[in-house]
């Protein structure tokens, strides 16, 4: 029984092959050639091939078309080519070419004139010189110089102290010699930006006093792999999807408006007045006493003001101030709420004297460990005395279980207050050494007994290993908060390991495969937190209009920069490392 397996002959597939190859090779061909083509037409028409050589002797006749029209007109020969001619007034070149010898042609009959030809006022018009289009060096000059404007603008916008050049124009003088009347005097100018601008100058004269120093980005930049520029778009990718999808005041408390700009800073925009309103700066819009489904953040009281706590608003205390340490808002950021004026340093204040012990405080360790001078002290209201240390050894006695979020936000607190207490001395004594190590036990058990196969963390948080696979609100839930305490506290290297890209695509494929999904919005929001500061970290990427929250060793630097000695072991060896290698001495850096 013969078998059902075709028959091949090796030699004519050979020779199909081949011949497949000769097609595409000749299609290529065709097609770059016809390419070609088009742009020499497409240069012709345009004009840039009118030009004759500087050799010729020749030139070539600007205009025929209208000439071919004003003979049409007027019944004119036109203008004699200095080309040598036949005997029939042709040239020689053109009679050989038609094969028609110049005795046996006839004689050009020329045309009656109309009745009413065109005077040089109508065909003035259609001789008029073009102006020749924009060349391609033209357009590259252009692109570079919008460029490097974009560029000091953002740079201007961020830095109040970068230098900006202004160039000063000559002013155009009637041939009166008086100056016209739509142009302002400079010193009605100045006088009017002056008297609206009063606050914004005292604002900046008061950062020019005492400029921030900023360290230079100086961590390991993120191995050159496949994997990880994959990861680097997915990530991206999410971010610029969920920026698409603002809240409004309408539908939205401010409890929810204030989780939306801990994900994105201070670009976030909000919808005032529905899902079609008008889109505006969230952070401004609840610095300014703005009603988010009829309720407000703040409310003044007397000479002070205070945040709300309660339903829609502040689910914690200092919860707020800690959103918006977070978000990198100045303390001299302006707050209006009525007719009162305040800042960001008011609500400070406000926090200052609102600490107890024995109370929940991770929230004013987030936010005063920011805005404060690691050494400062104060009295709050019971007459006790405070500093960021005593906060953190209240921290430190608090218990991980049972408090808020899983504990994520207390742990998230204790590692930023030993990172601002290292970069303000250099180093950690007193309770920040107990601090670090108690961050770096938890770093270390969450990524060796607490994430699940797909790369997401445990669903019952801190406390065992769990996964609720039919429960992706949950998982975001978890993961998303787990993983912002630790893209927030281990270190550069650490970032790049297989058990932080695992959790950090997880997050970002379940968010970017249902962008529509009505997600909560408190767990989704720190996901995106968690995601966005992993990009800054990794890749240096700071959001447009953001401000950048991390530096130093806690931020890649640039690819092209000189490598340091610890850092040429590639990225072979850092994959390699174990997850108490990786968070050793410097989880809290």
Not at 411 to 417: M, T
Not at 473 to 494: A, C, N, P, W, Y
Not at 495 to 512: E, H, K, P, Q
Not at 561 to 589: F, I, V
Request: net charge positive.
């Amino acid at each position: 029984m013969s078998s059902l397996k075709p028959k091949t002959n090796p030699a004519a597939d050979a020779a199909d092959s081949k011949q497949a190859r000769c097609d595409g090779r000749d299609f290529r061909v065709c097609l770059f050639g016809g390419a070609g083509l088009l742009v020499w037409i497409t240069l012709i028409a345009h004009g840039q091939l009118t030009a004759a050589p500087a050799d010729s002797a020749t030139p070539l006749r600007k205009n025929s078309f209208l000439d071919r029209i004003e003979q049409a007109f007027t019944g004119k020969e036109p203008a004699a080519s200095p080309t040598k001619k036949s005997a029939a007034g042709y040239p020689s070149s053109t009679t050989a070419r038609r094969g028609v010898s110049s005795a046996n042609r006839p004689a050009t009959k020329t045309p009656s004139k109309i009745s009413n030809p065109p005077t040089a006022k109508r065909i003035a018009p259609l001789v008029k010189e073009t102006t020749p289009p924009p060349t391609l060096s033209d357009a590259q000059k252009l692109a570079l110089s919008l460029a490097s404007s974009a560029h000091k603008v953002m740079q201007a916008a961020l830095d109040p102290n970068a230098p900006v050049e202004i160039k000063k124009r000559p002013l155009k003088v009637a041939s009166s010699g008086t100056i016209p009347d739509q142009l302002v005097s400079k010193e009605t100018i100045s006088s009017e930006f002056i008297a609206t601008n009063t606050r914004s100058k005292q604002v900046i004269n008061q950062r020019k006093k005492t400029p921030s120093v900023r360290e230079p980005a100086s961590g390991t930049p993120a191995p050159r792999d496949v994997a990880l520029e994959r990861l680097r778009m997915r990530v991206a990718q999410t971010l610029t999807t969920y920026m698409r999808r603002p809240l409004n005041t309408v539908d939205n408390t401010p409890w929810e408006v204030m989780h939306g700009f801990i994900a994105f800073g201070i670009p976030t925009k909000v919808r005032v007045g529905g899902p079609r309103g008008d889109l505006v700066n969230a952070i401004g819009w609840m610095n300014m006493a703005g009603r988010c489904r009829g309720q407000v953040m703040l409310a003044a009281l007397d000479d002070h003001f205070i945040a709300m706590k309660g339903f829609g608003v502040q689910g914690h205390a200092a919860q707020y101030l800690a959103i918006l340490a977070q978000s990198r808002v100045a303390k001299e950021s302006p707050i209006s709420i009525g007719s009162k004026s305040f800042t960001v340093m008011d609500l400070i204040r406000e926090e200052q004297k609102s600490c107890r012990s024995n109370t929940e405080l991770t929230f004013a360790l987030i936010g005063l460990a920011h805005y404060l001078p690691t050494d400062e002290t104060w009295t709050s209201r019971d007459g006790k005395q405070w500093s960021l240390e005593k906060l953190v050894e209240e921290e430190l006695e608090q218990p991980i279980r049972g408090a808020p979020c899983g504990g994520t936000h207390r742990l998230f607190g204790l590692a930023y207050g030993c990172q601002r207490r290292r970069h303000a001395t250099g180093t950690l004594d007193g309770a920040y050494v107990r601090a670090e190590k108690f961050v770096r036990d938890y770093q270390l058990m969450t990524l060796t007994r607490l994430q699940n196969n797909d790369g997401s963390f445990s669903t019952e948080w801190f406390k065992y290993p769990a996964d609720r696979k039919d429960d992706i609100d949950r998982k975001i839930q978890t993961t998303g908060h787990m993983l912002e305490f630790l893209v927030g506290s281990i270190d550069q290297e650490s970032l790049y390991n297989s058990r932080v890209t695992r959790a950090v695509s997880f997050l970002a494929n379940a968010l970017l495969s249902e962008p529509k999904r009505e997600w909560k919005i408190g767990p989704m929001c720190h996901a995106l937190h968690a995601l966005t500061i992993y990009q800054e970290r990794a890749w240096g990427v700071v959001l447009p209009g953001g401000v950048a929250a991390f530096h130093g060793p806690m931020k890649a630097r640039s690819p092209n920069a000189p490598q340091l000695a610890n850092d040429k072991k590639g990225p072979d060896s850092r994959s390699a490392k174990s997850p108490s290698s990786e968070n050793k001495g410097s989880a809290t850096r």
